[in-house]
């Protein structure tokens, strides 16, 4: 069974703070996805990341994939207010057809 | 440019009633689609997923159906809800291949009661 394991679940910083969102998976893979999703809403792709050693950057977050350990993270940067929301990868699993299965989702909530 | 359309937004449907969520895809052609659920602080779970009309894959075993009569349509349906099918319902639409990112729908929160 494919895994896809994010963490921490949920996350609070302050403001200004920098913090690491990590996500495991449990297939070979080299297709990673992250999604970006505010309360009640659907979801809006943030990045897109198709090879060992990938690295996007948008603004003050910053995606990474490492195929080998089977690891991607989201880093965030001086954290503000507007970032809170829940962040989801996915991961794109070749034995599934290339469906995307998606971990539980980090809450992060920024505080002023 | 591509648009998703998905509706209702919200839903609120007793136990045992029937449900019928439809999406649907504009500016492609041959579009794979998606249904996803997530239940209430959690994960997404993928329902069902077509890559043509007529051809739905279903990924767990449920009271749910998907049906796809044109190549821009996804339909979610069930006979009889139950308690358990509450939850958030997405509709994607992807373009396929090795790299295929998936653009998301608006949603529908569904509440059985």
């Known amino acids: 069974e494919l895994k896809v394991e994010q963490n921490p679940l949920f996350l609070s910083m302050q403001e200004g703070k920098n913090y690491t969102i990590y996500c495991n998976y449990s297939?070979?893979?080299?297709?990673l996805y992250w999604y970006r999703q505010d309360p009640g809403k659907s979801l809006e792709s943030l990045f897109v990341?198709?090879?060992?050693?990938a690295v996007k950057q948008e603004g003050r977050l910053m995606a990474s994939l490492d195929t080998k350990a089977r690891l991607s993270t989201l880093h965030i940067t001086a954290a503000v207010h507007d970032l809170s929301a829940t962040y989801f990868c996915?991961?794109?699993?070749?034995?599934?057809?290339?469906?995307?299965?998606f971990g539980a989702g980090t809450i992060l909530r920024v505080k002023s | 440019s591509q648009t998703i359309h998905q509706w209702p937004a919200t839903l609120v449907q007793p136990v045992g009633s029937p449900l019928s969520l439809e999406c649907t895809v504009e500016?492609?052609?041959?579009?794979?689609l998606y249904w996803y659920r997530q239940a209430a602080g959690r994960g997404l779970q993928l329902l069902f997923y077509?890559?043509?009309?007529?051809?739905i894959s279903s990924e767990v075993p449920q009271n749910l159906s998907a049906s796809r009569p044109q190549d821009r349509q996804f339909i979610l349906s069930s006979k009889k809800l139950l308690l358990s099918d509450s939850g958030f319902y997405l509709c994607?639409?992807?373009?396929?291949?090795?790299?295929?990112?998936?653009?998301f729908g608006s949603g529908t929160q569904l509440s059985v009661l």
């Open positions: 994607a639409w992807g373009r396929g291949g090795t790299n295929e990112k998936l653009f």
């Open positions: 297939t070979t893979s080299d297709r």
């Open positions: 990341l198709l090879s060992n050693g």
């Open positions: 996915a991961v794109d699993a070749r034995e599934y057809g290339n469906k995307l299965v």
């Open positions: 500016g492609t052609s041959n579009p794979n």
């Open positions: 077509s890559v043509g009309i007529g051809q």
